[in-house]
């Protein structure tokens, strides 16, 4: 082993169609890490094609495997999104899908290899972990809750991850919170009372959407997403592909009883998407899709407690309304019909205080916390 240590690390830069030794090193990462939930391979070699993920129309994305002795040791995406830097007048850098051993020197060689692509492009600073940006679920390192598994399309990763990014000069950049809440516990009546009032006065209707007409209903969302965080830190507008293509992956997730949209006269004002946590079934598959898995997977779909918010928004004009606060309490309603006896929501900027204040109402708490790291390049 202290040979095997020694020896010196590889850096190889992959070809977009040679993923698998990259798609497959996470293995060796959490081989002991029973609360590690293994992607589906067949859906991490789509998100990896350029031919098949739109987000590669707008972004230049390379892929860096580090190696020892043969023995793959480490990973790394180094990003350039052309639709970030156009809507922010920035020149960044992006890092994601990083893996890596406990090994200091493996996340150098893999830090600095994804500096110098994205300053040889012009970059003045490099931030992640995205993967592969924030229209992504799953950004950011776990940096607090790891005594709770993750939900589905949650970033995971081993505790000394941070200690490998601060050692290579990075720092913290933004915080992104997650809250969880138990939908067992009642809400409050005064304030059920208030919401009930408010949606009167203001004719503000809540519907499900309709799974039938998928397709129109994500146009839709994707258009009430791009005006409510439009003021976003670090947001960038998804396109209309990219939402498509997105929805379509996720469609087994989507629960359509917690899909929600918020309409008044007729126009969509604000939207809610909540997914199951598909982990408590996918934990078993081991990243395979077979017919025996599939069959397992259709039929423990239906008993999943556990759904994760992954989108909530409300068109600018329309804040102060409490049309969020009417989406929360209608997803709480359906989600116990559904059987939900748990939702987490996630992620929430660190200093978006009207969301965070938002969900202290409702009685969540904080559960975990996900790090942006940035490093200057000039």
Known sequence: MPAFADSPVDLIALQPNATKDFIRFPWQVYAHDHQWVPPLNIERKMFLNPRKNPFFQHAQVQLFLARRQGQVVGRIAAVVNTAHDEYHNERAGFFGLFECLPEAEVASVLLNAAQSWVRERGATFLRGPMNLSTNELDCGLLVEGFDAPPVFQSAYNPPYYASLLEACGFTKCKDLLAFSRSAEEPLAQSLLDAIARLQAQQNIRIRTVNMREFKAEVACITMIYNEAWRDNWGFVPITDAEAQHMAQALRLAVIPELTLLAEIDGEPVGCFVAISDLNQVLHSMRGRLTPWSVVRFLYHRRHIDTARIAMMGVKKRY??????????????????KRGICRGEMAWVLEDNRVMVRTLEVIGAQLSKRYRLYQKNLL
């Open 319 to 336: 804040r102060r309304l409490g049309i969020d606060l009417m989406l929360l309490v209608e997803s709480w309603r359906q989600g116990q």
